[in-house]
């Protein structure tokens, strides 16, 4: 990698050893950029026994530089649609839109 990474650089999706796409990112919103970023990945991951890909399913994950390069530091993974609106709905309620 090279001591210039961005956060634009960085991605989700992750290939397996015998080079087989097992998680394929489908979104990137970028939260928080600098020394610490954070990103929201919305993503599917493969499914063994048919080979296809399964439900979407969203990701928070956090990453330091150091010399010049991003390491996974945190990860959440939303496994599900509902609790993906179960969490909308509860920093919707903490976090009001402003008039």
């Known amino acids: 990698m090279s001591d210039n990474q ?3 650089d960085l991605t989700y999706s992750y ?18 950029k600098g020394a ?3 990103i929201l990945y919305k993503y599917q991951d493969i499914d063994r026994k048919t080979d296809d890909f399964g439900a979407e399913k969203a990701a928070i994950v956090r990453y330091r530089k150091r010399q010049g390069i991003y390491k996974r530091h ?3 993974a939303i496994s599900n649609a509902g609790q993906a609106r179960k969490i909308l709905e509860t920093l ?3 976090f009001p839109a402003e008039p």
């Open 92 to 94: 919707s309620g903490w």
């Open 36 to 38: 610490w970023a954070t």
């Open 6 to 8: 961005t956060v634009d």
């Open 15 to 32: 290939i397996d050893e015998t080079g087989r796409m097992v998680r394929r990112e489908l979104a990137k919103e970028v939260l928080t």
């Open 74 to 76: 945190k990860e959440f």
